[in-house]
């Protein structure tokens, strides 16, 4: 199981943009389907976005489309996340987590980083 360690949040005006990193441990990182989730203030923590373990295929909930693209650095151990044309509704705490297969929507493991705020104000 990997580390992961989530970085890059912070307040943000609407319309504006934010890059998110997540730093993970371990040799077999490059092996893992990534994914980003977000939990909202009083929400639920709902799927964001998706990673195959080679970087090559991804997928994104619609509400994120053409707005966010994710990515990633196996060299460097990291998945990002950039985050262009900010609304509000994208306020959350931001994780990211392994996939147990390419396309799910729901995280490997209910193991949870500390995560990064994003706010956005109008």
């Known amino acids: 199981q990997v580390q992961l360690v989530e970085s890059g949040g912070g307040l943000v005006q609407a319309g504006g943009s934010q890059r998110l990193s997540c730093a993970a441990s371990?040799?077999?990182?490059?092996?893992?389907?990534m994914a980003w989730f977000r939990q909202p203030p009083g929400k639920e923590r709902e799927f964001v976005a998706g990673?195959?373990?080679?970087?090559?295929?991804?997928y994104y909930t619609d509400s994120v489309k053409d707005r966010f693209t994710i990515s990633r650095d196996n060299a460097k151990n990291t998945v990002y996340l950039q985050m262009n044309s900010l609304k509000p509704e994208d306020t959350a705490v931001y994780y990211c987590?392994?996939?147990?297969?390419?396309?799910?929507?729901?995280?490997?493991?209910?193991?949870w980083g500390q995560g990064t705020q994003v706010t956005v104000s109008s």
């Open positions: 371990g040799r077999t990182f490059s092996s893992y389907h």
């Open positions: 987590n392994t996939l147990p297969w390419y396309g799910s929507r729901s995280p490997d493991y209910d193991y």
């Open positions: 990673i195959s373990s080679g970087g090559g295929a991804k």
